[in-house]
């Protein structure tokens, strides 16, 4: 049985617990701490994946190679076509960049004086207003570019780490995703 490592507030585990709950694939989820991920994962972070391919158990430790395979196991395809890969990259960029800022600012580092924790809040600014000004369709497509920027937006209000009032037509694509029923069940533990 496939063995999903992750959290319940992880953005990155969302999007595959989505990934998994729409393929309808079999698997277990195990609820992972920092402790048990640096144990588990070369990475030291979640998620990361077992199962058994050909008789061998194979590790997969990081979100997008997770997908992927979730979407092979299933006959689809993950970001087929390079302007949607390349799309995904970004709203990914920005995850990475506002989650690793999180994560420092809880250890009590700041971007206030220092010029590479200032680069790392402009470039969330920057891909957000890319973001905003790409030619979405009408509604929020459910691909893993789609998905992706729905676990972003919704991680990033849950933790209150960003204003997204600039961003009207990302706040109007985070609202379509709450009509999907894997997003809505996968929320993060409100209190
Ligand atoms: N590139 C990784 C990022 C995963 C990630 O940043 N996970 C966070 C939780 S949201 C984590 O486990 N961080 C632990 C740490 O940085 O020590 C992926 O896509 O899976």
Redesign the pocket.
């Known amino acids: 049985m496939m063995q999903l490592f992750g959290?319940f507030?992880?953005?990155?585990?969302r999007h595959i617990r989505i990934a998994l709950a729409d393929t309808g694939l079999a698997h277990d989820f195990v609820e992972t701490d920092?402790g048990q991920?640096?144990v588990g994962s070369p990475?030291?972070?979640?998620?990361?994946l077992r199962t058994e391919v050909s008789g061998r158990t194979l590790q997969l430790?990081?979100?997008?190679s997770?997908l992927k395979f979730i979407r092979e196991s299933a006959g689809e395809s993950f970001c087929a076509d390079v302007e949607s890969l390349d799309l995904y990259c970004l709203i990914?960029t920005a995850l990475?960049t506002t989650?690793?800022l999180f994560?420092l600012e809880r250890e009590g580092l700041t971007s206030d004086a220092n010029p590479y924790l200032q680069r790392q809040a402009a470039r969330i600014q920057t891909s957000l207003q890319a973001l905003e000004d790409y030619p979405w369709p009408a509604q929020l497509p459910w691909n893993d570019a789609g998905i992706r920027l729905a676990c972003f937006m919704d991680?990033a209000l849950f933790r209150q780490r960003l204003d997204f009032s600039n961003y009207p037509k990302l706040l109007k694509l985070l609202n379509d995703a709450k009509a999907q029923p894997s997003f809505v069940a996968t929320a993060p533990p409100q209190g």
């Open positions: 959290s507030t992880s953005p990155f585990v920092y991920s640096a990475a030291q972070r979640v998620p990361f430790n990081d979100s997008t997770i990914n990475d989650v690793n994560l991680w």
